[in-house]
């Protein structure tokens, strides 16, 4: 399904839907409405179903760049047979995905491409490689999994970092972005509220497995069926991926304490956090 977002923004969603990427993976065409070329944010899946819309929504222009938030399947996969059909460089923060001549993504090194600017935010969290991209004209910021659409993301332990990822959330909300295109779901209006939300809903998150511990909980999925006893099921083997993210937080700040595998965790003692 495509559909215009934005005179520069056209969203054209993967047939990819699932508990974690919502209706599908959200792949956009951005040119400035005059420009002859086109940038294409995360072709998505491998589907030539996918990428013949994808080209069909860039309406005749040639595509210039291309360009990957990260490099999680559902974004990535079909990437780099995509820029090699379109003969566009693709440049990604994480090793070894750039083509070569590719540009490098860096904080403060604006992209010039298809009559816009596009600024790379790296925001590693959600996973390591992921980086944001601030589109000038509209005050918005392409976000790819750091925040999406609608509910909330994984933080993936262990190729995701919760420290990481809640300076990512602080980062994002100090450029104060007046919209987001979200890898999934649906355009967000309210920029700002939304990333406030999602970093007190993370710090809610801590207080939550902060109080399993005390209560007794000592594994990840002991914390997990107590945290989030109110969401569905299929969620929880995510749910633990976050739950070892915020235990790894935390136990590295000192107020938990793994044992020796690191598959148990106790409170941290008195003077000690
Ligand atoms: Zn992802």
């Avoid at 976050?242 to 020796?260: C, I, Q, T």
């Amino acid at each position: 399904m495509t559909e215009a977002w934005s005179p520069r923004v056209t969203r054209v969603l993967a047939p990819n839907p699932s508990p974690l990427t919502l209706e599908g993976t959200n792949t956009f065409v951005v040119a400035e409405p005059d420009a002859a070329t086109a940038v294409v944010i995360d072709p998505g899946p491998a589907d030539d179903g996918h990428a013949q819309a994808v080209v069909r929504a860039c309406a005749g222009r040639r595509v210039e760049l291309v360009l990957l938030t990260h490099t999680h399947v559902d974004h990535a996969e079909g990437a780099r047979a995509f820029a090699g059909r379109a003969g566009a460089p693709l440049a990604a923060l994480a090793p070894g995905w750039a083509s070569p001549g590719a540009p490098v993504l860096a904080a403060g090194d604006p992209l010039a491409a298809a009559g816009l600017e596009l600024r790379p935010l790296p925001t590693p969290g959600h996973a390591a490689d992921h980086c944001c991209f601030e589109l000038a004209a509209e005050r918005a910021v392409f976000t790819g999994d750091h925040v999406l659409g609608r509910g909330t993301t994984v933080v993936e332990w262990p190729g995701g970092d919760m420290a990481d990822y809640l300076a990512s959330l602080e980062l994002l909300r100090d450029r104060r972005p007046e919209r987001l295109y979200p890898g999934h779901g649906p355009l967000v209006g309210d920029a700002v509220a939304r990333v406030e939300g999602y970093l007190a809903h993370r710090l809610d998150r801590e207080a939550q497995v902060l109080a399993a511990l005390a209560a007794g909980d000592r594994t990840p999925a002991e914390v997990v069926a107590r945290v989030y006893a109110a969401v569905d099921p299929a969620l929880h083997p995510a749910a633990e991926l976050s739950v070892r993210a915020h235990l790894a937080k935390l136990a590295g700040e000192g107020r938990a304490v793994a044992d020796g595998d690191g598959e148990r965790f106790h409170p941290a003692g008195p003077g000690q956090g």
